[in-house]
């Protein structure tokens, strides 16, 4: 049997031995091979608590992780397994159209049937679960007026029928019994449905027990939209691709409907020529739709279709500062067919290379389950603060490449609930920033000859970079370590003494070492060696003899860290990776 087979089997063994009464609402026919369909449980309300312990014993015992609870006007979980992808089990306590009630999930248990494994409601009640799903979506689709018509023959007495309609749909409960006696000769038309929303609206008002019912209703559906707004059920992926032809993304979205149905997301392509400015804001009518869509549940995909790979550096820096940082996912794909996932909120990436790629999809929707599943389960287990890593090179000895690899290694472990990653200092605005692979060389800033004006300048930014540091540690950096989280940082400090043009230092170096106690210290440093001709043959920025002086600067370059690590850089990046992750969770267990 698959996996959602298998769960679903162990989930109504559970629930029968814990004695917690249930049924399927609908579309239990094929339950346990139709891969693409939510599963639609009923319980009584007080029965949610001992249900999601069921839910969570059978996840265990069949190899599925939860990665999604969320509540819309019914409890939803999503579960994932590798090999058999989403499983979504939407969990009722009664129906309902918006905050008017219908029938409750006690009158439904009430008279369940047995159906093999598992329960389905009495025909009435099942055909009132039909028509009011018919009514939320506007129309009645032809497998429902198939199975309607076939639990009409299965009601004995048609009275029966009309008195459950009455009391669920009111005024219009003996327009929609005679509907359905004719239903696949007549299809009903929207009329009807309308009527009946209409009814459904007045019945809520006629005795006290419908009117406290529709009241607790509306409060709980207020507390729930509190709590959406501090913490939203979607998410937002921007994918940025280079690629020719462009990337058809409907592919990814069905894929992944039952993680996020398809009436709650919303997919933009927006196309940019290679005369178009990747840093634009975008109109406030997209941002509007982005913020629904994650509110409602659903995932927002905006697709930039660039001309080229130089565009996307500066489209992520532009759209940065929009993000909703946790709940955003970027994807950035380029020319050789390459990407780099990554999580705005934990840091944590993934990457794709061409040469043994997984299908796109495939990959995007396993990073998206698996960032989720981290985010609902407890990781990083020991209580134990993150760490401060510097990455310590010439430019060529692969920094970048070890940092992304690091992003990487780390989500992929429990021992920290985040990453960040930084370009030789520490960032004050928060902005989430990616170790993204480089697309171009950068010319090598010029140097100036050194005179008063420009040393007491540069001196002057000297003490501004150590003012925005110590803020930043203390503001932030701190936190995040407190927080587990993994903190990588490009040269820092050292930059200052291995490459001071880059930072546009022409002061005495006597200064530096002045302010150099007053910077934080790293818990680990890591130096990556390399060879002057592998140096040269991976960037060209610096020259051979420039690469020397830096070289014989770092060899005698005193390391403020309680531990240092010396590497290979000519090694191949993930075994460069793989050694400094070790030196990492080795230091977070001593």
């Known amino acids: 049997m698959n996996p959602r087979g298998e769960f679903l089997q162990a989930l109504f063994r559970i629930l029968e031995q814990r004695d917690v009464p249930f049924c399927i609402l609908r579309n239990y026919e094929n339950v346990y091979a139709d891969i693409r369909s939510d599963v639609d449980l009923v319980v009584e309300s007080h029965q949610v608590h001992p249900l999601q312990g069921c839910l969570a014993e059978a996840a265990a015992s069949t190899g599925h992780h939860l990665v999604l609870s969320v509540r819309y006007i019914n409890f939803s979980f999503v579960y994932w397994h590798a090999a058999g992808g989403f499983l979504r089990v939407d969990v009722e306590t009664e129906q309902r159209w918006s905050i008017f009630p219908v029938l409750s999930g006690k009158a439904i248990v009430g008279l369940r049937h047995n159906h093999g494994d598992f329960y389905v409601p009495h025909p009435r009640h099942e055909s009132v679960v039909l028509f009011l799903a018919a009514i939320w979506r506007g129309l009645i689709s032809d497998r429902y007026r198939t199975r309607l018509s076939q639990l009409y023959g299965e009601i004995k007495d048609p009275e029966e029928l009309r008195r459950t309609f009455r009391a669920s749909f009111g005024s219009a409960g003996d327009a929609l019994a005679d509907c359905q006696a004719r239903i696949l000769m007549d299809a009903p038309s929207p009329q009807i449905l309308r009527d009946a929303r209409n009814a459904i609206i007045t019945n809520s008002f006629r005795n006290g027990v419908s009117r406290r019912a529709l009241l607790h209703y509306l409060a709980r559906d207020a507390r729930r939209a509190g709590q959406r707004l501090c913490k939203p059920a979607g998410n937002f992926l921007l994918h940025a691709s280079s690629l020719q032809p462009p990337r058809n993304l409907d592919k990814l979205l069905e894929g992944m409907e039952n993680l996020y149905p398809a009436g709650k997301s919303d997919l933009h392509v927006r196309k940019l020529s290679s005369s178009d400015d990747p840093a634009a804001r975008l109109p406030w009518g997209l941002k509007f739709a982005r913020l629904r869509a994650i509110f409602k549940g659903g995932i927002f995909v905006l697709s930039f279709e660039l001309s080229n790979d130089a565009q996307i550096p500066k489209l992520l820096k532009a759209q940065a500062r929009q993000f909703y940082r946790s709940r955003t996912f970027v994807c950035v794909e380029g020319t050789r067919n390459d990407g780099v996932m990554g999580h705005a909120g934990s840091g944590f990436m993934d990457e794709r290379e061409s040469s043994h790629a997984p299908a796109f999809e495939h990959w995007v929707t396993r990073f998206i389950a698996a960032i989720l599943r981290k985010d609902g389960s407890s990781t990083a287990t020991q209580p134990k603060k993150g760490l401060f890593v510097v990455l310590l090179g010439l430019d060529g000895s692969g920094k970048t490449t070890v940092a992304r690899k690091l992003c990487c290694l780390a989500g992929e472990t429990d021992r920290f609930r985040a990453v960040r990653y930084y370009h030789w200092r520490l960032s004050l605005a928060g902005v989430p920033s990616f170790p993204l692979p480089s697309v171009e060389n950068v010319p090598r800033k010029p140097g100036g ?86 140096l040269l043959a991976r960037k060209q920025e610096l020259s051979e003899l420039e690469i020397h002086r830096q070289d014989a600067l770092l060899a005698e370059l005193a390391l403020d860290a309680s531990h240092s690590l010396v590497v290979d850089a000519s090694r191949p990046a993930e075994e460069v990776a793989r050694t400094v992750m070790g030196k990492i969770i080795s230091l977070r267990n001593a």
């Open 449 to 534: 000859r050194p005179y008063p004006l420009r040393s007491a300048v540069s001196a002057l930014r000297l003490f501004k970079i150590l003012l925005l540091t110590r803020l930043a540690w203390r503001w932030q950096t701190q936190k995040l370590l407190r927080d587990q989280t993994l903190v990588l940082m490009d040269r820092y400090y050292y930059n200052y003494y291995l490459d001071p043009v880059s930072v546009r230092y022409y002061g005495p170096a006597w200064l530096l070492e002045k302010v150099r106690p007053a910077y934080p210290k790293p818990d680990l440093i890591v130096v990556l060696k390399a060879p002057a001709a592998t």
